[in-house]
T-cell receptor
Framework: TQLLEQSPQFLSIQEGENLTVYCNSSSVFSSLQWYRQEPGEGPVLLVTVVTGGEVKKLKRLTFQFGDARKDSSLHITAAQPGDTGLYLCAGALDSNYQLIWGAGTKLIIKP | GAGVSQSPRYKVAKRGQDVALRCDPISGHVSLFWYQQALGQGPEFLTYFQNEAQLDKSGLPSDRFFAERPEGSVSTLKIQRTQQEDSAVYLC??????????FGPGTRLTVL
């Protein structure tokens, strides 16, 4: 069974704090995608990482793909209430058209 | 259109009714996926199409669920004799060869 473990499942912090969300697996992914979903909407793609060790920055969000392409992290600096949402990671395997999904991290940023 | 669209956005059905949910993928996207999502959880795979061929329907929870994509573009997910446990958000996603999936806004189904 291919699993993508995402942690933490829930995080509630104050505006201005930093946070990191992790996705870990024993499988090697050809790419990994991060999505953010707001209530009543579908997941919106934030970034795709492809190369082991790759780091991508999107304003205050920093995404990292592990050297072995088995894990990834999302770091948010100086979180704002607008960052509130469900963050999902999903890994693509060479051998399968399906994405392997993490269970999601529900993030609440309190003003 | 520019993105994936789904209709209706909300559907309320009485238990036992049949429902049909529509997905319009991004033009030219070969792959189309249907997912079921419970509140606060990640999407659960239902079925996958490559063009008009349904290559995987292993995630469909019962034979009351049926999906089609007859011309390789628009897809319909049909649920017959709806049950309360079918209440969920149904998401559609499409992708091209790079396998990056783009999602529609979802249809929230409530079965009373």
């Amino acid at each position: 069974t291919q699993l993508l473990e995402q942690s933490p499942q829930f995080l509630s912090i104050q505006e201005g704090e930093n946070l990191t969300v992790y996705c870990n697996s024993s499988s090697v992914f050809s790419s990994l995608q991060w999505y953010r979903q707001e209530p009543g909407e579908g997941p919106v793609l934030l970034v795709t990482v492809v190369t082991g060790g790759e780091v991508k920055k999107l304003k205050r969000l920093t995404f990292q793909f592990g050297d072995a392409r088995k894990d990834s992290s999302l770091h948010i600096t100086a979180a704002q209430p607008g960052d509130t949402g469900l963050y999902l990671c999903a890994g693509a395997l060479d051998s399968n058209y399906q994405l392997i999904w993490g269970a999601g991290t529900k993030l609440i940023i309190k003003p | 259109g520019a993105g994936v669209s789904q209709s209706p956005r909300y559907k309320v059905a009485k238990r036992g009714q049949d429902v049909a949910l529509r997905c319009d993928p991004i033009s030219g996207h070969v792959s189309l996926f249907w997912y079921q999502q419970a509140l606060g959880q990640g999407p659960e795979f239902l079925t996958y199409f490559q063009n008009e061929a349904q290559l995987d329907k292993s995630g469909l929870p019962s034979d009351r669920f049926f999906a089609e994509r007859p011309e390789g573009s628009v897809s319909t997910l049909k649920i017959q004799r709806t049950q309360q446990e079918d209440s969920a958000v149904y998401l559609c996603a499409s992708s091209s060869l790079d396998r990056v999936q783009f999602f529609g806004p979802g249809t929230r189904l409530t079965v009373l």
